[in-house]
T-cell receptor, first 114, second 113 residues
Framework: DAGVIQSPRHEVTEMGQEVTLRCKPI?????LFWYRQTMMRGLELLIY????????DSGMPEDRFSAKMPNASFSTLKIQPSEPRDSAVYFC????????????FGNGTRLTVT | AQKVTQAQTEISVVEKEDVTLDCVYE???????LFWYKQPPSGELVFLIR??????QNEISGRYSWNFQKSTSSFNFTITASQVVDSAVYFC??????????FGSGTKLNVKP
């Protein structure tokens, strides 16, 4: 079984550019999460979806960030315009929509904004 | 409030030593779940274990063991006879209602040969 697949693995972009991160969850999982990891703040939950519907986006830093889940097998996290402080590793994770179901993480996208 | 505290920022041990990583949690939920994840230098986050709040039985898996104590709100992780490959950042996490997870800040474990 394939795990959570994220693309790209690395992204380097200039300030002001639009960045789109992609995620394919594990088949059959109906919850999807976007996390950001930095040295300063650790793992931060940005947004999560249940059955393709955004449930909690309180962690999204500001309006420059948006996330979509058009179907059960695909999600995007977009930053427009990007800023240097957005540089981080962005993880996507999926799980069954049960409280005791563990998160399964993708390998992450390392974003560098110059 | 939901919160996970990993007070040990970094621990260094010599190979074959035993090491315990501490995790203390806060929750108002009566049913909740606790998890440990490993993040090796390669960066991926690997699920290690899950415990339910109603099951305080300790668990052992090879060199790994977990001690869950509701009385002290702790879920500690012990590695016996540590190896260099155990070097990683370890995260404790709390899950509960609405499938929302709360992660601790992580403990970086350095195992030296």
């Amino acid at each position: 079984d394939a795990g959570v697949i994220q693309s790209p693995r690395h992204e380097v972009t200039e300030m002001g550019q639009e960045v789109t991160l992609r995620c394919k969850p594990i088949s059959g999982h109906n919850s999807l999460f976007w996390y950001r990891q930095t040295m300063m703040r650790g793992l931060e939950l940005l947004i999560y979806f249940n059955n393709n519907v955004p449930i909690d986006d309180s962690g999204m830093p500001e309006d420059r960030f948006s996330a979509k889940m058009p179907n059960a097998s695909f999600s995007t996290l977009k930053i427009q315009p990007s800023e240097p402080r957005d540089s981080a590793v962005y993880f996507c994770a999926s799980s069954l929509a049960l409280g005791n179901s563990p998160l399964h993480f993708g390998n992450g996208t390392r974003l560098t904004v110059t | 409030a939901q919160k996970v505290t990993q007070a040990q920022t970094e621990i260094s041990v010599v190979e074959k030593e035993d090491v315990t990583l501490d995790c203390v949690y806060e929750t108002r939920d009566t049913t909740y779940y606790l998890f440990w994840y490993k993040q090796p230098p390669s960066g991926e986050l690997v699920f290690l274990i899950r415990r339910n709040s109603f099951d305080e039985q300790n668990e052992i898996s090879g060199r790994y063991s977990w001690n869950f104590q509701k009385s002290t709100s702790s879920f500690n992780f012990t590695i016996t006879a540590s190896q260099v490959v155990d070097s990683a950042v370890y995260f404790c996490a709390l899950g509960g209602n609405f499938n929302k997870f709360y992660f601790g800040s992580g403990t970086k474990l350095n195992v030296k040969p």
